[in-house]
């Protein structure tokens, strides 16, 4: 079988459930960090002529990170295309699931189990955290409604205060988020990269937690750790 990946998070759950099928990967799938397939461009502009070059069997996209024209023109050529959709930890691990049984991936990983077994066991958290999350800084955009990594956060016990905004990523400037005076501000390392010296300084006096996109955002692998590793780095801002 010969599969094709346009995001990375799935890029990730296949290579290493599946080994041998990718063909090819967007220029943003950086995990495994062995991969080595063709580079067929990014989320949002992948090379369609490149892909359906690679004659895969399957493609694999999702509904939030990938454009349905792209989609519509890989279909149009006869490729077949499989599209996720995913905004809460149940539904990452039911799409994980369906992708990796169209991948032919058997037995079921064992990652997959882990992941599911570490979520459905978290403890409910006693105390409950607001939180801004931005995600964009040129204009500033933060999570908003029904999303996975909303979701995420919810299950850690972090309420960010978006999470009822009628936009999914709303675009609010600087000086209201700073406003809504949050326990913590949360600033992933992607889709833009905060750093140590480009965010905190944007919220004087508020508590910053830098923590890692690819735990926050990703579904795959990462989710077995992911709430160890986000916990840890909450837990260390809110001190």
Not at 69 to 78: H, I
Request: proline content about 10%.
């Amino acid at each position: 079988m010969r599969v094709v990946s346009l995001v990375p998070s799935l890029t990730e759950a296949v290579a290493v459930s599946a080994p041998g099928i990718l063909v090819g990967a967007t220029d943003w799938c950086g995990h495994p960090a062995d991969l080595d397939v063709t580079r067929v461009g990014g989320t949002k502009n992948p090379k369609v002529d490149r892909i359906i070059a690679l004659a895969p069997d399957l493609v694999v996209a999702n509904e939030e990170e990938n454009r349905e024209p792209d989609l519509a023109a890989l279909r149009a050529a006869g490729v077949e295309v499989l599209v996720t959709e995913v905004r809460n930890v149940p539904q990452a691990f039911h799409e994980l699931a369906r992708v990796l049984d169209a991948c032919g991936a058997t037995p079921r990983p064992r990652w997959l189990d882990e992941a599911e077994e570490t979520w459905s066991s978290l403890p409910v958290p006693s105390l409950r955290t607001t939180a801004v999350v931005p995600i964009w800084r040129r204009p500033w955009m933060v999570l908003g409604r029904d999303t996975f990594a909303g979701d995420v956060l919810h299950r850690l016990g972090i309420d960010h205060l978006h999470a009822t905004h009628e936009d999914r990523y709303p675009r609010i400037p600087l000086d209201d988020l700073r406003a809504t005076a949050p326990d913590v501000v949360v600033l992933p390392d992607e889709p833009y990269r905060f750093t140590a010296d480009d965010g905190p300084e944007a919220f004087p006096g508020l508590p910053c937690a830098l923590v890692s996109g690819r735990h926050l955002t990703w579904y795959g692998p990462s989710l077995v750790e992911a709430p160890t590793v986000l916990g840890a780095a909450l837990r260390a801002a809110c001190r």
